[in-house]
């Protein structure tokens, strides 16, 4: 990720460097027509109609960034414009709690067909039984999987990180037995803005939920402001210079991921929206379709 925060035009020269480094033409065309556009007519560019007009670049711009977002501050003598680059957004799914018929086969399909991350939550597993749900998927796959228990699996079976509840977070005991695990393997979750503005530590990335109403959890309301990915990536980055990459988890489907995409968020976590269908496989494949990658 890459923040420029502009305050004027003439100061755009980084980010067009960085465009160029990247080799993005395309996206400077983009951007040029939408700063003369602004800058002309005095008013705001906002994040969905950049994201519309992002969305005609091919695919493989759209791998490189996904978001662009112009915020225009009235009032100002001169008008300061927050210029967002965001990589491409990460697509994570969570097992359920319970295991179900098959669901290591299922696993093994999505990755198969291009799932990033996968966040093995099995509350009640013993070591032995994330040991053997763990190795019957590909071990290819396995830097791939990010483990919610039984911590010291991670290095023995290569895994692709940790994630820590607020349980976990805050469990002195935990903290112990994990310190020798390097922060980029490590992500967390949040439930409100504030949390994460306040953290100190350096996540890889921050789940913030519910961001939509549950598609598993009747009556499990969204309760975060969209809107507050962007203010807290600015703060922070202001502030300690370091952001973690924000995940939406809670009642994310595939037509919810391009609402996070252009709210700044940098990921997308699914879970009800993959284990409730017929056909997970299917509805993972319309995600990526939506992020814009294919196979991996």
């Given at each position: 990720m890459g923040v420029f925060i502009l305050s004027s035009f003439l100061?755009?020269?980084?980010?067009f460097s960085y465009l160029f480094i990247n080799?993005?033409?395309?996206?400077?065309?983009?951007?040029?027509?939408?700063?003369?556009?602004?800058?002309h007519n005095r008013r705001e560019i906002t994040a969905p109609a950049v994201c519309c007009a992002a969305s005609k670049l091919s695919s493989t711009l759209r791998a490189c960034f996904y978001s662009i977002c112009f915020v225009h501050r009235p009032g100002k003598s001169k008008d300061l414009i927050v210029f967002v680059l965001l990589s491409r957004m990460e697509l994570i799914v969570i097992t359920q709690e319970d295991a179900i018929s098959n669901e290591t086969d299922i696993v093994s399909r999505l990755f198969d067909i291009g799932l990033q991350r996968l966040h093995l939550r099995k509350p009640?597993?013993?070591?032995?039984?994330?040991?053997?749900?763990?190795?019957?998927?590909?071990?290819?796959?396995h830097s791939r999987i990010v483990i919610h228990g039984c911590f010291e699996l991670f290095s023995e079976l290569g895994l692709g990180g940790i994630h820590?509840?607020?349980a976990a977070r805050s469990d002195q005991e935990t903290r112990e037995r994990i310190n020798h695990i390097s922060a980029s393997f490590i992500s967390t979750s949040f439930h409100s803005w504030e949390e994460i503005r306040d953290n100190e530590f350096p996540y890889r990335d921050v789940f913030i939920s519910?961001?939509?109403d549950s598609?598993?959890?009747?009556?499990?309301?969204?309760?975060?402001?969209?809107?507050g990915a962007i203010e807290?990536?600015?703060?922070?980055?202001?502030?300690?210079?370091?952001?973690?990459?924000?995940?939406?988890?809670?009642?994310?489907?595939?037509?919810?991921?391009?609402?996070?995409?252009?709210?700044?968020?940098?990921?997308?976590?699914?879970?009800?929206?993959?284990?409730?269908?017929?056909?997970?496989?299917?509805?993972?494949?319309?995600?990526?379709?939506?992020?814009?990658?294919?196979?991996?």
């Open positions: 100061n755009l020269f980084p980010a080799n993005s033409a395309e996206a400077l065309r983009a951007i040029t027509t939408g700063l003369r556009f602004h800058w009640q597993f013993t070591a032995e039984e994330c040991i053997n749900y763990i190795n019957a998927i590909k071990s290819k796959y820590l509840n607020t519910p961001v939509f598609i598993s959890k009747k009556g499990y309301k969204a309760g975060i402001d969209l809107a807290t990536k600015r703060e922070l980055e202001r502030r300690t210079k370091y952001c973690p990459k924000i995940i939406g988890l809670g009642g994310v489907g595939v037509l919810q991921i391009e609402t996070l995409r252009q709210h700044g968020f940098d990921g997308a976590a699914m879970l009800g929206a993959i284990w409730t269908a017929q056909d997970a496989a299917s509805v993972l494949i319309k995600a990526r379709d939506v992020i814009g990658y294919g196979n991996v």
